[in-house]
């Protein structure tokens, strides 16, 4: 099991670069020597985010374009999902800082979903998301040296609980596909960051898995999203691309239901699944599953370094259950439909490309 860099080879050290070529400074460390040397200076920046599209799936017949503008590949942050990683690109910290360290994440007794804001008996979880991750966040740094940061978004997610954590001091623009000629108009200003949120493959991955005429499809399509943003940038200005995370396709009788244990609390993803409870019930459920238990006194630095977020250790498991490759674990009451998967540690899961062009 490798821990993700976060000392410069990582998605919260790119961000840092970025933050420190426009600012001169970030909380962050920044990018190491030699993928730094690959990063351009400019005035502005469009920053894609490639949802769901590892280094490895850059092997794609149709990701050729995307293969081109390659410099290199960094490890997202732990653990490898969506809100995990969004977390560490809106505030320029690891998780272990910025405290959201799981999609599924435990609250005292409860379980959160990061997404859609909800806890696991159903109700409306009542803490703020605006107010969810520390401050200053990284919009909030740039406004304070003069900068700013412009987002694009699909149109449904405009005021969702999502958008209002994550862009918080953000001027943020709705779209109805990538939002390309709204993230190059907002780059014209200097001393602009412009994020660009690109969803479509890890939807396909999800939905229909890599070997898909769907997930063919959209890897076309962000390819032609890159290429345009790249033959449009203004003088003066750069692009650099990533994602949050790789995938994997699980078949469907590798998906394995767990048992009921009301002693204890699971949350995370069903790549790897954070347990709470009974010292030894970890390691006993692991014995009967194509699973390894690790517990957390193993973990250390596999969220980040300190400082570590004030309510970083009451929302730690007491250990991990890391589903065999090819495998997802699916909690009681719970369902699993989906062929994608990511939330996992493999390096299909862990590894994204590093895009620069200028």
């Known amino acids: 099991m490798r821990f993700p860099d976060y000392q410069g080879g990582g998605l919260v050290n790119l961000v840092a670069e970025v933050e420190r070529r426009l600012t001169g400074a970030a909380p962050s460390p920044g990018l190491s020597r030699p993928i730094a040397s690959t990063f351009p200076e400019a005035q502005s920046y469009v920053f894609v985010l490639f949802d769901g599209l590892g280094d490895v799936q850059l092997e794609h017949p149709n990701a050729k374009a995307l293969l081109a503008s390659r410099v290199g590949a960094l490890d997202t942050s732990f653990s490898t999902q969506t809100t995990v990683n969004t977390s560490t690109l809106a505030t320029g910290l690891p998780p272990s800082q910025h405290g959201l360290i799981a999609y599924q994440l435990r609250l005292d ?3 959160l ?10 109700k409306a979880c009542d803490v703020d998301p605006a107010t969810f991750l520390p401050a200053p966040n990284l919009s909030e740094r740039l406004a304070h040296a003069g900068l700013r940061v412009v987002a694009t978004e699909p149109e449904a997610f405009l005021g969702s609980p999502l958008d209002r954590m994550l862009y918080r001091g953000s001027t943020v623009v709705g779209v109805a596909d990538a939002g390309v000629d709204a993230a190059l108009d907002a780059v014209r200003t200097p001393g602009t960051l412009a994020l660009v949120y690109v969803p479509h493959v890890d939807a396909a991955g999800h939905t229909a898995g890599q070997s898909s005429d769907l997930y063919a499809d959209a890897v076309r399509h962000v390819s032609e999203i890159w290429s345009e943003i790249i033959a449009r940038l203004p003088r003066g200005v750069a692009a650099v691309g990533t994602a949050d995370h790789g995938h994997v396709d699980i078949a469907d009788d590798h998906r394995i239901d767990l048992p009921q244990h009301d002693d204890l609390i699971l949350y995370g993803d069903n790549r790897i699944v954070y347990v709470s409870g009974p010292p030894s019930a970890g390691a006993d459920l692991a014995r009967s599953l194509p699973a390894t238990w690790v517990p957390v006194s193993q973990l250390e630095g596999i969220w980040g370094p300190e400082p570590y977020h004030p309510r970083f250790a009451e929302r730690l498991p ?12 699916v909690p009681h009451g719970t369902v699993d439909t989906m062929v994608g998967h990511h939330g996992g540690v493999t390096e299909a899961e862990l590894r994204i490309p590093l895009l620069v062009a200028s």
């Not at 979903?113 to 159903?122: A, F, M, P, R």
């Not at 007491?318 to 674990?329: M, T």
């Open 109 to 111: 007794t409860s379980v």
């Open 318 to 329: 007491d250990g991990l259950l890391i589903a065999d490759d090819g495998y997802a674990l």
């Open 113 to 122: 979903n990061t997404i859609y804001w909800y806890l696991d008996d159903g």
